[in-house]
């Protein structure tokens, strides 16, 4: 959940930005990646265009949204990170840049009142919805009945906490996974869904600005660290373009942006080492824990003595006084592979 501005009443707010209008919209995105450019957003200036309705899907512009709330006594909270997107070109983008494929099923994390729903419903095959507040998944098939009446057989909504989703809970296995996540939770649930889901083979993620340049980020760079290291393990990831602000209702504290994330072979698979990826990321988490030190020193506690880490990390042929920004996954692997079969010499890992 991004640190947000006051979370006001629904009946108490200034009426939003009209759909599509937003300067902000054009010029950030236009300052970022060629895939965004402020052409493509002028294009798409009114909240309702003839691609809509011949998608059969009819966006939420900021009045609907405004009047959606109400209806449902809806105060967004911080805590689940309620911040809902009101710009239907804001949902049109993430829908393209999803690139989904028409025969694709949808992982969607947290739909909330359903503006990105509605846009993604034309473009695949099924939509599977995970929202944990029972207000919000109680409202949702209603709102897709009545907005996108012909494709509402596409969508499945299951009312929990994403964290705790599991592969047998869904009726189809996803192949993608697009949201604007909750920002409290994005990390986790991301690196969650991409455990227990091997089934999804791509994503386009919508978090916090600066979260999306750590996930993004390889080794090297101040940015780069525990989450970054994990994601790779999974997916190869991009930043894929800003999002302004004004997008949102309520308008968060933080900047926003989009994460293209893409399944890889997993390192383990590729180098041909006997470890689990449990093993691999409790050398991640040990090694960044003191991201300062050696890894001679960051290893100590992991491997029993300086000396015992000093031993694997040369076993893995990674020099002992480098510190655990300079290393890749493959590096974190080939560490876990060296200390023994299961990534420890002491027994199993968990
Ligand atoms: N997709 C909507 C949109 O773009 O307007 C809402 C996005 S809002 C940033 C995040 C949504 O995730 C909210 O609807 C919130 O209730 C839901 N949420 C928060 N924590 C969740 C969790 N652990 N599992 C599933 N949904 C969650």
């Known amino acids: ?60 512009g900021p009045a609907d949204v405004r009047a959606l709330a109400a209806r449902l006594g809806l105060r967004p909270t911080k805590k689940l990170g309620q911040n809902f997107v009101h710009d239907p070109n804001t949902v049109r983008r993430i829908a393209r840049l999803a690139e989904l494929e028409p025969d694709e099923v949808v992982l969607e994390i947290g739909p909330g009142l359903g503006s990105l729903t509605l846009a993604l419903l034309p473009a695949a095959a099924a939509v599977l919805a995970v929202e944990i507040d029972p207000v919000l998944a109680g409202a949702l098939p209603a709102t897709v009945a009545e907005r996108a009446p012909t494709l509402a057989d596409r969508l499945t909504v299951l009312t929990m906490d994403a964290l705790r ?3 047998e809970q869904l009726p189809s296995p996803p192949t993608a996974v697009v949201a604007n996540l909750p920002y409290n939770v994005g990390v986790p649930v991301l690196l969650h869904v991409l455990e227990v889901l091997p089934s999804l083979r791509h994503g386009l993620v919508m978090i916090q600005s600066e979260v999306v340049d750590r996930l993004a980020a390889g080794p090297g760079g101040r940015e780069y660290g525990a989450p970054s290291a994990k994601l790779a393990w999974y997916a190869e990831a991009r930043r894929a ?12 504290g933080v900047d926003s942006a989009l994460l293209s994330v893409r399944r890889r ?66 590096d974190f692997t080939r560490i876990a592979a060296a200390r023994g079969p299961c990534g420890s010499a002491a027994g199993p890992h968990t």
Do not use: C, I, N, Y
């Not at 707010?13 to 957003?41: F, H, I, K, R, W």
């Open 241 to 252: 373009g800003p999002v302004p602000r004004a997008v949102f209702w309520p308008v968060p």
């Open 265 to 330: 072979a997993e390192p383990a698979q590729e180098a041909g080492a006997e470890v689990t990826r449990a093993a691999v990321f409790a050398v991640v988490d040990a090694a960044f824990a003191q991201r300062r030190k050696s890894l001679r020193g960051a290893l100590a506690g992991w491997a029993g003595s300086p000396v015992a880490a000093e031993q694997v990390l040369r076993a893995a042929g990674v020099d002992p006084s480098t510190r655990a920004e300079r290393l890749s996954v493959a």
């Open 165 to 167: 989703l599991r592969a």
């Open 1 to 60: 959940m991004p640190p947000t501005e006051p979370l006001p009443a629904p009946g108490l707010l200034p009426a939003p930005a009209v759909a599509g209008s937003e300067p902000a919209t054009a010029s950030d995105t236009a300052s970022d990646t060629a895939s965004d450019t402020a052409s493509d957003t002028a294009s798409d200036t009114a909240s309702e265009t003839p691609g809509d309705m011949a998608s059969g899907a009819r966006p939420l």
